[in-house]
C-alpha cells in the first residue's frame, strides 16, 4: 500500500476497498447543487442524476425560472435573488443554502457533466454517480479539517494506477464537495475553481482529490448557455486567469494555444501546503 503515515495507509486502503466493492457503496447524504444559467433544454448531468434516483437543485437565475419550469418541477429548483451576478454568485448562494438548512457539506456539479467512471485492475469502467459520492463523502467524513473533495478528471485517471489514490491539497473542480461552514466565499473575475481552492488552502484546510474515480464534462465554451456569453466572452477567462495571479502571485503561469486561447500552466505552487487531513474525534454523520 502506498505510504507510510497511519493517515495515508487508512485513507488509501479505504479508497482501494470501497473501489472492489463499487457497488455496495449507495448512501449519499450531502445535498447535491447544479448551477446552470441559460440551458434549460441541456439535461447532461441532471439525466445521470436522474437515472441514479438521486435528488438535487438546478440553481437558477430570476429570469430563468419559467423556462426552467418548462423541463423540470418546482422542488428541483432553487432560485437566486439576482440575475447575472456571475458562477460565484451562484456557488456562494448554493453553499448558504446547505449551510442554512443544516449540512457541513454540500455537492456542486457543473450542469454539462457527462460521465463517471473509476479505474480498476488496469481499465476504465463506467459506472453511474452514486457510489462515486457515496465514497467520497464517507472517505471525507472521517476528517475534520477537509475544506474540499473532488473527483480528478477521467481523462488522466489511467495514469494513477501505482500512485496513491488520494491526492492531499491540489485543485478541486467541477465535481465538488464543498465544506459550508469556512467563511470563505467564491470571488467575482477570477478563476473561481483555482482561487477559491488557494484560499482554502492558504486558510489552513486540506483538499481531497480521489484519483482512482473520474468525472468527463463537456470542453469549456462546447454548450450554449452557461458563462459562455458572460464571463466567458471575449477575453475574459484571460481576464479571469490575470486576477488569479494577482490573488496569488506564482501560483500559475498564462500559456496560449495554437489557436490564442489562454489557459493555466502549473508552477508546482501546491507543493507549499503540507497540512493532512486530521481524523474527527468521534464518528458521526455530517449531515
Not at 197 to 213: A, D
Not at 232 to 239: E, P
Request: hydrophobic share 30%; glycine share 8%; aromatic share 12%.
Amino acid at each position: 500500500m502506498f505510504g507510510t503515515r497511519t493517515t495515508d495507509k487508512l485513507l488509501y486502503g479505504e479508497v482501494e476497498s470501497r473501489i472492489q466493492s463499487i457497488t455496495e457503496q449507495t448512501e449519499v447524504i450531502a445535498p447535491i447543487y447544479i448551477p446552470s444559467r441559460h440551458r434549460p433544454d441541456v439535461a447532461m448531468t441532471t439525466k445521470l442524476l436522474d437515472d441514479d434516483g438521486l435528488t438535487y437543485r438546478l440553481v437558477v437565475e430570476p429570469h430563468d425560472h419559467k423556462n426552467y419550469l418548462e423541463y423540470y418541477p418546482e422542488d428541483k429548483l432553487l432560485v437566486m435573488d439576482q440575475d447575472d451576478q456571475g458562477l460565484y454568485y451562484a456557488r456562494n448562494y448554493a453553499i448558504a443554502h446547505a449551510n442554512e438548512n443544516g449540512y457541513l457539506y454540500c455537492w456542486q456539479f457543473d450542469d454539462d457533466m457527462k460521465s463517471f467512471v473509476y479505474r480498476q485492475g488496469g481499465k476504465a469502467h463506467k459506472t453511474t454517480p452514486r457510489p462515486l459520492l457515496s465514497l467520497v463523502e464517507q472517505s471525507t467524513f472521517q476528517f475534520s479539517n477537509v475544506g474540499a473533495s473532488g473527483i480528478g478528471n477521467a481523462g488522466f485517471i489511467f495514469g494513477y494506477d501505482d500512485k496513491p489514490p488520494v491526492v492531499y491539497n491540489s485543485m478541486v473542480f467541477q465535481a465538488m464537495l464543498l465544506r459550508t461552514d469556512t467563511g470563505l466565499k467564491f470571488r467575482p473575475d477570477v478563476t473561481e475553481d483555482a482561487d477559491y481552492t488557494l484560499q482554502l488552502l492558504h486558510n489552513g484546510y486540506v483538499t481531497l482529490t480521489f484519483k482512482r474515480i473520474g468525472q468527463a464534462s463537456a470542453p469549456t465554451m462546447a454548450v450554449k448557455g452557461g458563462m459562455t456569453d458572460k464571463e466567458y466572452a471575449g477575453d475574459g477567462r484571460l481576464k479571469n486567469f490575470q486576477q488569479l495571479l494577482e490573488f496569488f502571485p506564482g501560483s500559475y503561469k498564462i500559456g496560449y494555444r495554437p489557436d490564442g486561447r489562454a489557459h493555466l500552466r502549473s508552477t508546482g505552487y501546491y507543493r507549499r501546503f503540507t497540512q493532512l487531513p486530521r481524523p474527527q474525534q468521534s464518528q458521526h454523520r455530517l449531515d
